[in-house]
């Protein structure tokens, strides 16, 4: 009787709790339903005051208890077409689901839940160890910002089919910015058990698929944009104090942090060498002064190698510094080939603004591709501002002269030649580098081809096509103008290959090295019989400034550091040259975008 009567209780309470949850599903998302029912409209506005926690953009009832992944059945939400096609490519270009099949990939749009954000909102904040979704971003704008700092250029805003997000519930870790909605904002939003079921699908199929990939191809976006680097401009090259105090004190990114360790490995050798000979001669001379060269016979014949020592050590000495200046010639070839492409790129942009308006002369030389493109638009309005199809074309040339620079030194620079796999693409596209249209028209490519080479003839084209529907001014001068920046951009990222290929052949610097080890190894026998115990500080120095010449030439021949041969060195940071090549694709069409008159 009373099993009877707590199963009338449980069967009221379900009735109950099934009439709230009919009463409330106009309001409330879904999301943690079980078996959530299609939605029409189910998007939910959020205050302003709700900043910070993402837990109030969708309020949903409870989270789906742990279960088997097996067990899980992801949620399906109706979308209009237009809200599924734009689901469809950016999901569908993207690292983490891109290799999804047809059948999970519907399933994982359907999986999206619809809100609605008003400006000023923080959808995810900095720090926030409860990363609970990922995000879609269908319509509005968004600012990115790290340590309340908001990040260069593109990295610091978001446009349609942005991902947001995904990165904290894919490693379980602390959301790394701050994302805040500048204007209204609509959302699709993911939680993360599906997520997770979809990641699990996708590993199932694409075993080969890890997450250090993922992280590689982040570390190097991150770089490219600023990121890394916190908003700090960085260098190429490690700047220089020329007092002669700082230069002593200095000890990172010098050739002394790596060269030492060989100097300190040859003085033991020498001090062995000195025990070795003490051991066998009985010392006739004062501790400190040189050996009596006369009296032992052994130490007389350390005496005649010194001689023929001396003869290695010219030689040495003029080869090797020989060769390290070639190889500074080639690392000064790549710096000065590195500015001509961005020299030349900012050319095009100038040219593009000069010729926008007629009524504006632009005197000096042309010295940016952006400021030449920047410099070509023909109409503006009756304030002086760009038309709206000026403003594409400005963009257009832009975007692509920032591809065209990140994908160079892709091919040129191992660190960020991941960017040019089919992967690495599709997180440029999620992480808004570039867009789905333009990976697409890349990733069919014939290998000959080369990404960058597609690029450059997206600009000719399009700044040829700018002349067409009026955005240029249609003069023959100008096209021939354009014309010969491209060819001469192309001409020198090519030189920057040939330059790479070419650094040194390979006898040559098997035998510097072999040169400088014989000199140095043999310097502990051949100095001990002219300065005794003081041989071991001079074989110190010697294999110091030696062994540090020779490492620096190889610094040299290294500009790009591919090889990893010395941390914190010389070489170029790829990194800023890229970052201060993308601000520049934008200069002059800012510069030019509000004219005074």
């Excluded at 963009?395 to 960017?419: N, Q």
């Excluded at 001014?473 to 096209?479: C, H, Q, T």
Aim: contains cysteine; proline residues 3%.
């Amino acid at each position: 009787m009373v099993q009877v009567r707590v199963g009338i209780f449980l069967l009221i309470c379900q009735r109950v709790a099934g009439f709230s949850t009919k009463q409330g599903a106009a309001c409330h998302s879904p999301l943690f339903v079980r078996n959530p029912r299609p939605v029409t409209s189910c998007a939910r506005a959020v205050s302003a005051t709700d900043v910070g926690n993402e837990n109030v953009i969708v309020n949903g009832e409870r989270r789906i208890a742990e279960k088997e992944a097996r067990e899980y059945t992801p949620p399906s939400f109706h979308k209009a077409p237009e809200e599924e096609s734009v689901l469809r490519e950016t999901l569908g270009t993207s690292f983490i689901f891109g290799d999804l099949s047809e059948k999970a990939l519907n399933e994982l749009i359907q999986a999206f839940f619809k809100v609605e954000v008003p400006e000023g909102t923080t959808i995810i904040r900095q720090g926030s160890g409860d990363a609970e979704y990922m995000y879609v971003l269908m319509k509005g704008d968004c600012e990115i910002t790290v340590d309340n700092k908001v990040l260069p250029g593109i990295a610091g805003r978001t446009a349609q089919g942005s991902m947001i997000g995904e990165l904290g519930l894919l490693y379980n870790k602390a959301r790394a910015d701050t994302v805040t909605a500048t204007t209204d904002v609509t959302l699709f939003q993911l939680n993360r058990e599906a997520f997770q079921y979809f990641i699990n699908s996708k590993q199932e199929s694409e075993p080969e698929w890890t997450k250090n990939e993922l992280e590689q191809i982040d570390e190097a976006i991150d770089k490219i944009a600023g990121i890394k680097s916190r908003y700090k401009e960085g260098t190429i090259i490690r700047d220089f104090n020329p007092r002669r105090r700082w230069l002593w004190f200095r000890w990172t990114g010098t050739v002394v942090q790596h060269a030492w360790k060989g100097a300190v490995w040859n003085m033991l050798l020498s001090v062995a060498t000195i025990a070795t000979i003490h051991s066998i001669v009985d010392r006739t001379w004062i501790s400190g002064t040189a050996p009596d060269v006369s009296a032992h016979p052994l130490i007389a014949r350390f005496d005649t190698f010194n001689k023929v020592w001396q003869y290695l050590m010219n030689i040495t000495t003029f080869i090797l510094t020989f060769f390290l200046s070639q190889a500074y010639n080639l690392w000064r070839r790549i710096y000065s080939d590195a500015r001509k492409i961005q020299g030349r790129l900012n050319d095009l942009g100038l040219l593009l603004e000069k010729n926008i308006s007629d009524a504006r002369k632009i005197q000096g030389r042309l010295n940016d591709l952006g400021l030449l493109i920047a410099s070509a638009a023909k109409y503006r309005d009756v304030d002086g501002k760009y038309e709206v199809k000026t403003v594409a074309l400005l963009d257009d040339v832009a975007l692509y002269s920032r591809l065209f620079h990140t994908f160079v030194w892709a091919r040129f620079a191992k660190k960020y030649s991941i960017l040019l796999t089919s992967r690495g693409m599709r997180r440029m596209v999620n992480r808004g580098l570039m867009t789905a249209r333009q990976y697409n028209a890349l990733k069919g490519l014939d290998s000959s081809v080369g990404t960058h080479n597609a690029i450059l003839e997206w600009i000719t084209i399009r700044m040829v096509r700018g002349m067409k529907d009026g955005s240029l001014e249609d003069d023959g001068s100008l096209k021939l103008v354009i014309y010969d920046k491209v060819c001469e951009l192309r001409g020198t990222a090519a030189g920057v290959g040939d330059a790479l290929d070419g650094r040194m052949p390979l006898a040559y610097a098997h035998f510097v090295q072999i040169l400088v080890d014989t000199f140095l190894i043999t310097a502990p026998f051949a100095l001990y019989a002219e300065l005794g115990a003081w041989s071991v500080l001079a074989v110190g120095i010697l294999t110091l400034f030696y062994s540090g010449l020779l490492d620096l030439a190889k610094i040299f021949l290294d500009p790009l550091d591919n090889d990893n041969f010395y941390k914190e060195s010389v070489n170029m940071d790829v990194g800023v040259l890229i970052r201060e090549g993308n601000a520049g694709s934008t200069r002059w069409k800012l510069g030019a975008e509000d004219l005074p008159f």
